[in-house]
């Protein structure tokens, strides 16, 4: 019998590694090897939008995978790396939460969102579409993705990690917006993109500005202006 | 009936196109870029006032395919948002540099500013002329991108704060308004009887509605609601507007407030208003969220010092009555929050510029620090005093009307404690105004403030003209609303109209 590998079987990987490749930009401390982590997980969104495109038959979607190769695996992170080196920063700014508890947590929180979202799906995306596979599992991705970019924005404290989160909860989004929407017409995509790059570089100039002002880039110290 | 123009593309290319030549000459004089923000305005002001003439007409603009699509209620925040422009422009005429004067690169932060005010405008002239849900997205969180530069324009520690949070608490925030938007396209594409229709475009919200599952419509506008109400500023997504209203430069409070946030109850217009009568839940959901946002934001005002803080907590709790009154989906509703978004517009821009001027003059925002202002600065004294007492709801000032508009209104849609908790926050913003004017323009000011006046014969005599003149037009403008609010009706009637065409499913 020849080794079959199905479709089914490249996306599933496709997916778990964007995952582990998420959690990985997530937690790892040092702050370059974090953007690469990001290039990676960024990367694999892009081969798993790609796929989609022949798994449904939607040669449109490959423009998506284009522009998404464009802004999250060469702009962004390519924004992220030169600010590490004009700052000359290494370390990630000790976060809220240690490194041992914080994998176990991000972990735990992976696995518990994607079970309650896979079996509840229905919950979050009541739609026919969203009811079969590979859609399921990958809506069941995107929500995993974008709630450990919302634990990476709450317990992080340095500019350049709070840029990763916001690229994870970002990615996340968009994981979704193609699993429910893969039909969009370009214009609309065109305009999202756009508005991802400028947010991306925009947070970086004010990460900018407060290192230039404060000497640090904490958002714990952003908080003078309190009631 | 439908006519082909172009005029609702020039209302968002102008000032754009305008935009982009003053971020483009970094190392141009002030002059120019006054100039041509002055200049781009009054065209954008002209271009809304000929949409606003043909909308009443009877007609709708439509351009692109149906893409770009004008009708009463594009027309009213176009008119809003080039007349605040135009007089924010002026006003920033002398203000601006002046502000920043010592700094070593003040003519590339002029251009920074010019350009973003008016890519802003711009981008908030696309959004109400956007016909497309997606696109409606795209534009508002580009609103929120041109401005976030704008907060942070003096470029020091509590300004780069108060940009952060704002960047990150409404970006993050209309990414849930997307996976709503998403959630009814995703909804409504499998629907047969949608088929050949495009599904993306906002007239068309009211028929997917009646189509698609009840839990998606349900779960899609909390979605919305939640990602406008951050760009709203809505109790609870409101902690970025009081830091960014205060940190900013006045003209762009006056901005902040008069027309940012107003962008996010547009949004809601939009789209929530339009699925409300046929789900109560929405209807009971965002006049909770309206309620909250009034009784917190007007205690919080209270306890203010900082006029400009003061202010913005206001603003969040006015925006709270013009949501309240878009949620309800009948005719008083949507009638009553649009006048009450055109009548704050125009009230709280006033009340603003007048603080920033006071600031101006005094170098200080605290109001224990102010005092006996009255002899001073008389003609500002006025304007505040107009603000104050129409923002109090007090007749005979345009928001004594918008005001009884929506009590009417919310009783009238059966919601008594929603009501009573907007009659019982009207009073407290009554008391909370005319405390603060008391504290500023009577009384005695402290040491410092004195000095500071005594310091280049301080007074109104150090107020140009380019910024009392927008000041005493708003003043006119709050009056003469208030006295002949005629002269408003057939707009606001006519916005009030679209949305209910579009949520009767008229197309």
């Known amino acids: ?227 | 009936m439908m006519v082909e123009s172009w005029l609702p593309i020039l209302v968002f290319a102008i000032p754009t196109i305008c935009g982009v030549i003053s971020l483009s000459f970094r190392r141009a004089s002030a002059l120019f870029h006054s100039v041509i923000a002055v200049l781009g305005l009054a065209g954008t002001f002209a271009i809304s006032v000929a949409i606003t003439s043909d909308v009443l007409r009877g007609n709708v603009l439509v351009a692109l395919n149906n893409a770009v699509y004008a009708d009463g209620l594009s027309a009213l925040m176009e008119l809003l948002g080039s007349c605040m422009g135009m007089l924010v422009a002026i006003y920033s005429i002398r203000y601006i540099p002046i502000h920043v004067a010592r700094r070593p690169d003040a003519p590339q932060r002029l251009s920074t500013y010019y350009g973003l005010l008016l890519l802003f405008l711009g981008m908030m002239n696309w959004t109400c002329v956007t016909n497309s849900i997606v696109w409606l997205y795209v534009t508002l969180e580009a609103t929120t991108l041109a401005t976030v530069f704008l907060v942070t324009f003096y470029w020091e520690r509590r300004s780069l704060e108060a940009g952060y949070k704002y960047f990150m608490l409404v970006t993050i925030g209309i990414i849930f308004s997307l996976f709503g938007l998403v959630l009814i396209y995703s909804g409504a594409v499998e629907l047969p009887e949608m088929q050949g229709r495009d599904v993306l475009l906002i007239t068309e919200l009211s028929r997917i509605g009646r189509k698609i599952p009840r839990s998606v419509v349900l779960l899609a506008n909390a979605l919305l609601i939640a990602g406008f109400g951050a760009k709203a500023g809505l109790v609870p997504f409101h902690a970025w507007l009081p830091d960014a209203h205060a940190e900013a430069p006045a003209p762009i409070s006056a901005l902040l407030s008069g027309i940012v946030i107003k962008v996010g109850a547009y949004a809601i217009a939009r789209t929530a208003t339009i699925f409300a009568p046929q789900y109560p839940p929405i209807i009971v959901f965002i006049a909770i969220m309206a309620s909250l946002s009034m009784v917190v934001g007007i205690l919080m005002a209270l306890v203010q010092d900082d006029i400009k803080r003061m202010l913005a907590y206001s603003s969040v709790s006015q925006i709270g009555y013009v949501v309240e009154g878009l949620g309800l989906g009948t005719y008083l509703g949507i009638y009553g929050g649009l006048f009450h978004l055109a009548n704050h517009t125009i009230v709280k821009a006033l009340l603003f510029l007048s603080a920033g001027a006071i600031a101006h003059v005094t170098g200080t925002r605290k109001m224990s620090e102010l005092g006996g202002l009255v002899h001073r600065m008389p003609v500002t004294a006025v304007c505040f005093f107009i603000g104050a007492l129409a923002i109090g709801g007090l007749p005979p000032f345009n928001v004594f009307m918008s005001k009884f508009t929506l009590f009417a209104a919310v009783a009238d849609a059966g919601l008594i404690w929603a009501a009573v908790i907007a009659v019982f926050t009207g009073l407290l913003t009554v008391a909370c105004f005319v405390r603060a004017a008391m504290r500023i323009f009577w009384g005695k000011p402290s040491e410092i403030t004195q000095a500071a006046l005594a310091y280049a014969n301080g007074g109104e005599g150090r107020l140009p003209m380019s910024m009392v003149i927008p000041m005493v037009l708003l003043a006119i403008l709050t009056v003469v609303i208030g006295l002949y609010p005629g002269l408003i009706h057939p707009l606001l009637d006519s916005a009030t109209e679209c949305i209910l065409k579009v949520l009767r499913g008229a197309f």
Not at chain 1, 133 to 143: G, V
Not at chain 1, 184 to 191: D, F, I, V, W
């Open chain 1, 1 to 227: 019998m020849p080794l079959a590998i199905q479709q089914s079987d490249i996306l599933a990987l496709l997916m778990i590694a964007h995952l582990l490749a998420s959690l990985v930009a997530a937690e790892l401390r040092n702050l370059r090897s974090a953007v690469w982590a990001l290039i990676i997980q960024s990367f694999l969104l892009t081969c798993i939008i790609a796929s989609f495109a022949f798994v449904w038959n939607n040669y449109t979607l490959l423009i998506w995978a284009a522009i998404t190769l464009a802004t999250k695996v060469v702009l962004i992170p390519s924004i992220l790396l030169y600010h590490l080196r004009v700052t000359s920063l290494v370390t990630e700014l000790r976060p809220l939460i240690g490194l041992r508890a914080s994998i176990i947590f991000g972990s735990i929180l992976v696995i518990v969102f994607y079970w309650l979202l896979r079996t509840y799906i229905y919950f979050v995306a009541p739609t026919q579409a969203a009811l079969v596979e590979p859609a399921r599992s990958n809506l069941a991705i995107a929500f995993c993705v974008f709630s450990l970019g919302v634990y990476v924005l709450i317990t992080r404290r340095d500019v350049v990690k709070v840029v990763i989160g916001l690229q994870l909860l970002e990615n996340g989004a968009h994981l979704a917006l193609i699993t429910l929407a893969p039909t969009l017409p370009p214009t609309t995509k065109l305009g999202i993109w756009t508005n991802v790059v400028v947010a991306a570089y925009m947070l970086i100039k004010l990460a900018e500005g407060i290192y230039k002002t404060l000497g640090v880039v904490d958002t714990l110290t952003l908080s003078e202006l309190k009631r």
